[in-house]
């Protein structure tokens, strides 16, 4: 009896995993900004996850323990490399969907490239906020830091990317006329 509950236990395990994939690839992709990179990244947190599947004490808290074994993973790499990564505008393939869209797929990539000039930590902040969704304390969890350093760096990512994306907007405004 107690194997079919593991298996049922370790089957809805996995479907809660494969819901949020695609919430952890955006995540990691809008780190690493490398289609390739960011998928190894997920299935290397998804695979860690599932082996640690019995530490999960509160299932309630899976987003932010997959968010913190996705960091993880990102910080290893980084250190593995041992330098900043290069990082690569690589067109996110959904994107091919919306080509008509020309005015949407301009915002996205002003966004993206804003995003991708500020500083991994700022960078981090901003996109478990933004896009992942999450709250200044899960943040905090996350990234192993106080609540009031993730306000903080919220704050300056916001403000830098307002900077740049009016810098742009003014910049194509004069150039177009």
């Keep these: 009896m107690k194997n ?5 236990a370790s089957t809805r395990l996995k479907h809660e995993f494969a819901n949020r994939r695609n919430k952890l690839y955006r995540t990691a992709y809008s780190w690493c900004h490398n289609t390739s ?3 190894d990244l997920v299935q290397e947190t998804i695979l860690k996850a599932m082996k ?3 530490s999960l004490r509160n299932q309630a808290t899976l987003d932010t323990w997959l968010y913190r074994i996705l960091l993880n993973n990102w910080h290893d790499y980084l250190r593995v490399q041992g330098r900043n990564v290069e990082l690569y505008d690589v067109g996110d393939e959904s994107q091919a969907e919306h080509a008509d869209n020309y005015q949407q797929s301009q915002i996205v990539g002003r966004v993206r490239s804003s995003v991708e000039r500020l500083p991994m930590s700022l960078r981090e ?8 969704g999450f709250s200044y304390a899960e943040i905090a969890e996350n990234v192993d830091i106080p609540i009031g350093t ?3 760096r919220l704050y300056r990512a916001r403000q830098k990317l307002k900077g740049q994306l009016l810098d742009l907007s003014g910049r ?3 150039q177009s006329s």
């Design 150 to 152: 993730v306000m903080s």
């Design 172 to 174: 194509e405004s004069c």
């Design 4 to 8: 079919i509950k593991n298996l049922f």
């Design 125 to 132: 902040v901003v996109t478990l906020a933004d896009f992942a």
């Design 52 to 54: 640690k599947a019995d």
């Design 37 to 39: 990179l960011a998928d």
